[in-house]
């Protein structure tokens, strides 16, 4: 009789097991993306970039030079010498650029430099700018006067 009673509670708690499971319901799984790049919230981006920051142990070693080597009186220097330069080689062009666009040939003397504008074959120009202080110079060819 114990193994009909037994029998009898194991197929009661199966039954019992077999409602509950049939009250369950499934819904479909949906995706939603996190991240905006993939067509995630917007407002998901500030959040993941500073995690990302925050993960980051890698140093920009050009960025790391810049910034630790020069002074901010060093790289105010620098910007107003490169400003200076830009306004003369404004000026040497002028001089040696026609009304129609052309190189005219000839020679340009400023304070350090003298560039020398020359005709060469095949109506090529050639550029040589000399440095009087170090001697140093550069050439370089423009091909049709242009």
Same mark, same amino acid.
Do not use: C, W
């Given at each position: 009789?114990?193994?009909?009673?037994?029998?009898?509670?194991?197929?009661?708690?199966?039954?019992?097991?077999?409602?509950?499971?049939?009250?369950?319901?499934?819904?479909?799984?949906?995706?939603?993306?996190?991240?905006?790049?993939?067509?995630?919230?917007?407002?998901?981006?500030?959040?993941?970039?500073?995690? $990302?920051?925050?993960? %980051?142990?890698?140093?920009?070693?050009?960025?790391?030079?810049? #910034? =630790?080597?020069? !002074? @901010?009186?060093?790289?105010?220097?620098?910007?107003?010498?490169?400003?200076?330069?830009?306004?003369?080689?404004?000026?040497?062009?002028?001089?040696?650029?026609?009304?129609?666009?052309?190189?005219?040939?000839?020679?340009?003397?400023?304070?350090?430099?003298?560039?020398?504008? $020359?005709?060469?074959? %095949?109506?090529?120009?050639?550029?040589?700018?000399?440095?009087? #202080? =170090?001697?140093? !110079? @550069?050439?370089?060819?423009?091909?049709?006067?242009?």
């Amino acid at each position: 009789m114990t193994n009909q009673k037994t029998f009898t509670r194991i197929l009661l708690t199966a039954i019992a097991n077999a409602g509950l499971i049939g009250g369950a319901y499934a819904s479909p799984l949906v995706y939603e993306p996190i991240n905006p790049t993939f067509g995630g919230n917007p407002a998901n981006g500030p959040v993941l970039m500073d995690q $990302a920051t925050a993960q %980051n142990k890698h140093q920009d070693p050009s960025l790391a030079s810049l #910034t =630790s080597s020069q !002074s @901010t009186l060093d790289q105010f220097n620098s910007q107003l010498q490169q400003a200076i330069l830009s306004r003369v080689a404004s000026s040497v062009t002028s001089s040696i650029v026609g009304t129609d666009g052309s190189l005219k040939p000839g020679t340009i003397n400023t304070g350090n430099f003298s560039i020398n504008i $020359a005709q060469i074959a %095949n109506g090529n120009l050639q550029v040589t700018t000399t440095d009087k #202080t =170090s001697g140093a !110079s @550069t050439t370089f060819v423009v091909s049709g006067g242009q």
